[in-house]
């Protein structure tokens, strides 16, 4: 069985540091691309990032580029979002998305339409 599980959000001040993990079982995680998509109370879905399965290759959208970093783990199968530098503008629910067709186009979309996608995992910034 397919799952992705989301872990490390939580409460941090502006200019703060978190790590999300997005753990993946039921599939090999060389096949499939990965990213992260927000979404905050009244607003729309907002795709974050995006990493290849295969070759590790990265792609931001332009409000976090500088400040996020998009990593994965292949013996661990997790995939990783390191984000720096953090403004309250980034408070939102975080969910880690995958896909065996995901590419770099999926963070303009949102990552609507994609096969499997996790739980969510709050951050907020805040003093």
């Known amino acids: 069985q397919v799952q992705l599980v989301e872990s490390g959000g939580g409460l941090v001040r502006p200019g703060g540091s978190l790590r999300l993990s997005c753990a993946a079982s039921?599939?090999?995680?060389?096949?499939?691309?990965y990213g992260w998509f927000r979404q905050a109370p009244g607003k729309e879905r907002e795709g974050v990032s995006y990493i290849s399965g295969r070759d590790g290759s990265t792609y931001y959208e332009d409000s976090v580029k500088g400040r996020f970093t998009m990593s994965k783990d292949k013996a661990k199968r997790t995939v990783y979002l390191q984000m720096n530098a953090l403004k309250p503008e980034d408070t939102a629910t975080y969910y880690c998305a995958a896909d065996p067709s995901a590419g770099p186009w999926h963070v303009a979309r949102g990552w609507t339409y994609v096969t499997f996608w996790g739980q969510g995992a709050p951050v907020n910034v805040s003093n």
């Open positions: 039921g599939f090999n995680l060389d096949y499939l691309g």
